[in-house]
């Protein structure tokens, strides 16, 4: 049986402490010579070549029972110009390749974990792949995409339309994380489905149960101010925990990175900018704009939500987040954020290297792989 724990446990970015490479676990900032705060396309350069660094020689990244850790890093090489992406890129694929499984998902079956992350798992490497645009990898991405199509739960009750972290599982779950994981991954390869042999059916989400299951995990404005428009983590659970109203209700209060990432999903699911949960969704990322946290969980997740609020406002499509409380100017939102990644850069082993990694390791980011994959992303979105 799988407990409802695990899922708990797992969210996002996996619970498991990997065990960082000797290169890192020996602290290089106590060897390395301060070096000047680098600018993004040198930042870019110099994080791939930290990662090149710690890929190991069987093409994998960080803990190799979760692809989606090697799929990160092969994703950001998969859209660089990186002098030596070709081997790197190779022996990534050639990993992920051979995780996929009869059924369609990319993932490893691990003992006592159920479908180990399965939909999870899935979703990152289907995007990540898809990136290195290679012809041969279509049959591999349209199982993957079959499989991600019969992850979502489609049975009546609070978790319909979503999407959890294994398809099969003996309870329905859903969480906004996974979900939007799976939404990303299906909107960027959904040309794919018009390369399907004859006589084979097209595969897609239902995306109607989609947006019915993100008006779930959306607070209206009977929340409150503080909670109108954000979005929280699943139906009876926000990270940032509950509050009760004046009625003796129970809210799940909104928070930073699940609010970006119910814009994001909005945005991907076909809803209109202009409509009331879309507007209400980005209100609250204005009335609530910082960069030196997370809202709502401080430093906890931190370099997700730098990650997730960059697709989400590229996605959007403004350039400046408007004027709000004590900001009384337009804010360039873009040139803010890089300017803060920049800032938290580390100095790697060598000279051409840095990495970044988060002091609260909550969600897999005290994992540098994981975090400089997920800084690198951003800072090639925010060019």
């Not at 939500?305 to 697709?311: D, E, G, V, W």
């Amino acid at each position: 049986m799988v407990r409802p724990k695990i899922f708990l446990l797992a969210f996002a970015y996996l619970s498991y402490a990997v065990r960082l490479p000797a290169q890192i676990a020996t602290d290089p900032l106590s060897a390395a010579p301060p070096h000047p705060i680098l600018e993004r396309e040198a930042a870019i350069r110099a994080g791939l070549a930290w990662l090149e660094s710690m890929q190991k020689p069987d093409g994998t990244w960080s803990d190799n029972r979760f692809p989606a850790l090697t799929a990160l890093p092969l994703w950001a090489f998969a859209q660089s110009d990186y002098p030596n992406r070709e081997p790197i890129i190779r022996k990534a694929v050639a990993f992920l390749v051979a995780c996929a499984k009869e059924d369609g998902g990319i993932y490893q079956v691990l003992p006592g974990r159920g479908g180990g992350l399965s939909t999870y798992n899935t979703a990152i490497c289907l995007a990540a792949l898809h990136a290195v645009q290679d012809p041969s990898l279509t049959p591999l991405l349209l199982r993957a995409r079959r499989f991600l199509a019969a992850a979502q739960n489609l049975e009546d009750g609070p978790h319909y339309g979503g999407m959890g972290y294994d398809a099969k599982s003996d309870r329905p779950y859903a969480d906004l994380n996974n979900t939007v994981w799976a939404i990303e991954a299906m909107r960027r390869t959904e040309t794919l489905e018009d390369l399907r042999p004859a006589g084979d059916p097209r595969a897609d989400l239902n995306w109607d149960a989609l947006r019915a299951y993100l008006k779930k995990v959306q607070n209206t404005q009977d929340a409150g101010a503080d909670n109108a428009g954000g979005f929280f983590y699943r139906v009876d659970e926000s990270k940032a925990g509950v509050e009760t109203n004046a009625q003796g209700a129970i809210l799940f209060r909104s928070y930073g990175s699940m609010t970006y990432a119910g814009l994001l999903s909005l945005l991907y699911a076909a809803v209109d900018r202009q409509d009331p949960r879309v507007q209400s969704a980005y209100d609250w990322a204005v009335r609530h704009w910082t960069l030196e946290e997370n809202p709502g969980l401080g430093q906890e997740g931190l370099y997700y939500f730098y990650h997730i609020l960059t697709k989400a406002l590229v996605a959007y499509g403004r350039s400046e987040i408007p004027p709000a409380g004590i900001r009384k100017e337009p804010l360039p939102w873009k040139k803010a954020l890089t300017d803060r990644l920049l800032s938290l850069q580390k100095p790697g082993a060598l000279p051409s290297q840095i990495y970044w990694v988060n002091d609260a390791g909550r969600w897999q980011e005290s994992d540098p792989v994981l975090v400089t994959s997920y800084t690198v992303l951003a800072l090639q979105m925010l060019r």
